[in-house]
């Protein structure tokens, strides 16, 4: 049985993030750098996966970017993954949503993966949709937003969280692909024993020119922050001149006591 | 008539021969029974104790007889040393006895028991009898009478008491019984040099002199057989102490307090980390368990014990004890439990009140190692996210680690980046360059310096957390990540001297890094200051203030660092009223080893606990100087309702607040 779990190198949220000189995504100067949160999710899912199928199965981790999200890779291995591809692409951010799925799918496509693990998003992009995507060209079933997973002799079924807190339960034949949402699983810790055994697995590096056969379909126009807006309002003093002011602020300010 | 007397009076030198069998015997049975000991420590791991021999020799013969660890608490401590010497003081005079009947009087026929030394010799070792028997008394009383919490009774407290109480009883009255015969007859003006063998001796009065020798003769014998018990019985009870309590003066480690064994990361060979079973071990640590007296100080000290959590550092040290006795492949972690093994502050508490130098602290580390590096574990989520942000941005916050230097803007520090030449690195560490409340002390230490004419480098956002916390949570592994990382750092500038503001980074940049090659003196600023004052660099204006004073453990306990932040705040005008347990019996404000990143969710708050110490003492303001303690104590004093009661404060906000406007600056 074949594993792939893909994830994605993202700048840590609390970065101070600034636009890069074309102004269409981010530079990439101070920022601290991890793993997805919800790829480690995915990480998490499928080592245990692995681990409880036994020596049988082989778990690849797959990720697309420049040299740093080596970083990312290596996490993935100590935390239990067998071996990992590289795809090196200096400016995958540049890549719209639809090109980076299809370099996957492309890779993947004759390498008969059963399963195939990814978050549920990107921190930094967002878009949700390299999974299924990914799904779509390789034509897997696949399924969204988990938060429970199990399997069994070639059927997973998978829990996923639907809106207003409503979950559901979805089975699906292999090969198939799930994206992993928060509540999944708490990503492990890799042990240090992992960490030095994963010094030894293999890494191959691909250039992404070999995988890339699509044409984007999205473009990123701009990026920039949101204009800042007034910021919160702090009042002080006597409880009793206190109530008088939030009166007239809410009467000047909002239409609620109008 | 000459002051002596017959050494084998009424027993006859005919006993000479079976007297030392027996007493041989007894030795036999005595090294017999640590013999027996030696396969249990040898479970332990090898570990050299024994090099710088006279160094050892003199701290445990100082640690011995001074009995100094011993009567540093009152209670059961000054009944222990009194005791001693008074038992040392008897055991030294019969072997003088032995050696003047055995030896002088047959090899070189003198006789050093007579005269006015033999009127001396009687008087001491008859009141150290007595105060031998006043003392046992009063421990007899606490154990059984007063009963203090915690303090156990077992089996071997009842056999050694009674033992004990024994041998003095039996020597007195045997005493009295020859003073009856024989001094209160031939010479009663010698007999008021033995005054307790003279009362003792009124018990004979008015009996035959049949029946007085009869008694001597038994008294003796038993008296005799109760010693030779003495003997035997060392190695098979708490008596045993005698022996590897002493013995643990000699084999405490040498190094500086607070040292803990770097890992080589690179050695590949190394698959297992830390301690999860006897035989990870050191066999120093199973010895340790046979050097215990369950004096149960640790305890009292501990701050997690005395705040209900479960951790008992004397429970660790019996655990491992019974383990490797009884079940030594047995699983060690579970048997001390995760829960203890994660309430520990590493304040060092047990490991300084511990008259018998028992290292609890690393046993407590080494398991945690094996937690971390072995199983990914952690004390609670909101350490794994610390952790994790510290391996992403440095620090344990999670904030963006290009900000780290934010508090800085406009206060003048260089930061070192920009290549100019300063006189001290500051080694700000996370909560000065973080935390709002703590970044005033960060503040106040660039004020000192800049009014001594300072110029101070700080390494801005290339700093990262010292990895104090999680070295002390057992993960080694970040920690040498994040050590390396700052000292590449450093040793890239030239750097004459660092200091820091936090304890913590003070403790791991000036004994920790050395071992991974930074060799750069480091001090912390409460020393630092301290020089500047003294060079008269740093003038204050001093301004009356009422204040107490709160030891941080990584710069009293482990530093020795006690006298000078008291001598700064007093040239700073402050008055100072001791908390009970200060200086080397600071009680910790909860955040060592690592606790700072977990969340306290068993018992009560331990720095609630401190902050009523705090308030106990009737002053308005709590003086600390580790930006740990002051964030603890800013939170104690909130959930402890002690708001508008104390205020706490550092010790360089102090000192930036009353530095003097001389008229040439």
């Known amino acids: 049985m074949k594993l792939l779990v893909c994830i994605k190198q993202v700048p840590d949220l609390e970065s101070r993030f600034k636009p890069d000189s074309e102004g269409v995504w981010y530079s990439e100067s101070d920022l601290a750098w991890r793993m997805n949160e919800y790829d480690e999710f995915a990480v998490e899912q499928a080592v245990q996966l692995r681990e409880k199928l036994g020596e049988t199965v082989e778990l690849t981790v797959l990720s697309i970017g420049p040299d740093r999200v080596v970083e990312a890779i290596k996490k993935a291995l100590a935390m239990g993954c067998d071996n990992a591809v590289h795809i090196q692409d200096p400016v995958a951010a540049a890549k719209d949503p639809w090109q980076i799925a299809s370099v996957i799918a492309v890779y993947a496509k004759d390498k008969g993966y059963d399963l195939i693990f990814t978050g549920m998003q990107s921190q930094d992009r967002g878009s949700a949709q390299v999974g299924v995507m990914v799904a779509e060209q390789l034509g897997y079933s696949s399924c969204t937003t988990l938060v429970g997973f199990e399997y069994d002799s070639g059927v997973v079924t998978a829990k996923r969280e639907l809106e207003g807190g409503i979950k559901g339960v979805v089975k699906m034949k292999t090969p198939a692909l799930v994206t992993c949402q928060l509540g999944l699983n708490v990503p492990r810790y890799p042990t240090l024993p992992n960490i030095m055994k994963s010094k030894k697995k293999e890494i191959i590096t691909l250039a992404v020119s070999d995988l890339l056969t699509a044409e984007p379909l999205a473009a990123t126009i701009s990026f920039y922050s949101p204009t800042k807006k007034g910021g919160g309002l702090v009042l002080e003093g006597e409880v009793a001149s206190l109530v008088d002011q939030v009166i007239g602020i809410l009467k000047e300010k909002t239409s609620v006591l109008r | ?665």
């Open chain 2, 1 to 665: 008539m000459e002051a002596t007397r017959e050494i084998y009076w009424n027993i006859g030198h005919g006993v000479v021969i079976p007297m030392y069998i027996l007493a041989f015997a007894a030795f036999a049975v005595l090294a017999w029974g640590f013999w027996q000991r030696l396969p249990v420590w040898r479970q332990g791991k090898a570990l050299d104790r024994f090099s710088s021999y006279d160094e050892r020799v003199m701290r445990m013969t100082r640690d011995v007889f001074s009995q100094e660890k011993i009567f540093r608490v009152t209670a059961g401590g000054v009944f222990h040393s009194l005791f001693f010497w008074g038992f040392l003081i008897l055991f030294v005079g019969t072997m003088l006895v032995m050696i003047q009947a055995d030896l002088f009087t047959p090899l070189l026929h003198i006789n050093l028991l007579s005269g006015e030394f033999y009127k001396g010799f009687s008087l001491v070792l008859d009141l150290a009898g007595l105060i031998s028997l006043a003392m046992l008394t009063g421990l007899i009383i606490r154990r059984f009478v007063i009963r203090p919490k915690g303090l156990e009774i077992v089996r071997d407290d009842y056999i050694v008491l009674q033992l004990l109480f024994a041998i003095l009883l039996t020597g007195f009255f045997l005493e009295g019984a020859r003073m009856a015969a024989t001094e209160l007859r031939q010479n009663p003006g010698l007999a008021y040099f033995s005054p307790v063998g003279l009362l003792a001796a009124q018990v004979f009065d008015g009996m035959s002199q049949d029946v007085v020798l009869l008694s001597h003769k038994t008294l003796w014998w038993i008296h005799f057989g109760l010693v030779l018990g003495f003997f035997c019985a060392i190695p098979y009870t708490k008596l045993r102490h005698i022996l590897t309590t002493s013995a643990n003066a000699f084999l405490a480690p040498l190094e500086p307090k607070g040292t803990i064994a770097t890992i080589d990361m690179e050695d590949e060979r190394i698959e297992q980390f830390g301690v999860a079973a006897i035989s990870d071990l050191t066999w120093k640590d199973i010895f340790d368990a046979d050097a215990c007296t369950s004096c149960k100080r640790c305890q009292d000290s501990c701050p997690a014990h005395v705040t209900d959590k479960p951790l008992s550092p004397m429970k660790v040290i019996k655990q491992i004890g019974e383990l490797a006795e009884d079940n030594p492949s047995g699983n060690l972690i579970e048997t001390v439990s995760q829960d203890a093994i994660w309430s520990c502050t590493t304040c060092r508490a047990c490991q300084d009140i511990c008259p018998a130098n028992i290292e609890h602290v690393n046993k407590i580390l080494e398991m945690r190692r094996n937690l971390t590096l072995m199983e990914g574990a952690f004390p609670g989520d909101e350490v794994r996210t610390a952790v994790s942000n510290i391996e992403v941005n440095g620090n344990p916050f999670g904030m963006a680690y290009a900000a780290r230097s934010e508090w800085s803007e406009g206060l003048g520090a260089t930061i070192l980046e920009s290549g100019e030449e300063v006189d001290i690195l500051y080694f700000v560490g996370c909560y000065a360059s973080f935390d709002k409340r703590n970044q005033q002390i960060a503040k106040s230490f660039l004020t000192i310096c800049s009014s001594a004419g300072i110029k101070v480098g700080i390494l801005g956002k290339e700093e990262k957390c010292c990895g104090e916390p999680v070295r002390k949570l057992g993960n080694e592994y970040l920690y040498q990540i994040v050590a390396q990382e700052n000292i590449e750092l450093i040793k890239a500038y030239n750097i004459k001297k660092i200091v820091t503001t936090c304890p913590h980074c003070f403790n791991t940049l000036a004994r920790d890094y050395k071992d991974l090659g930074l060799e750069i003196p480091v001090e912390h600023y409460s020393t630092y200051v301290c020089s500047l004052i003294a060079d008269e660099r740093l003038k204050l204006e001093p301004e009356p203030f009422d204040f107490t004073y709160h030891d941080s453990c990584y710069l009293g306990r482990y530093m020795d660092i006690i006298e000078q932040p008291r001598s700064i705040l007093k040239a700073a005008g402050g008055l100072i009223t001791e908390m009970d347990k200060s200086r080397y019996d600071s009680f910790c404000c909860s955040a060592g080893g690592g606790r700072i990143l977990a969340e306290e969710k068993v018992g009560s708050k331990i720095s609630e606990a401190r902050v009523k110490m705090a308030t106990d003492t009737g002053a308005p303001l709590l003086i600390s100087n580790c930006p740990f303690c002051l964030t603890m104590f800013e939170d104690g004093i909130k959930t402890g309702g002690a708001e508008g009661v104390l205020v706490v404060r550092d010790l360089a906000e102090i000192v930036a607040e009353r530095i003097a406007v001389s008229a040439d600056r």
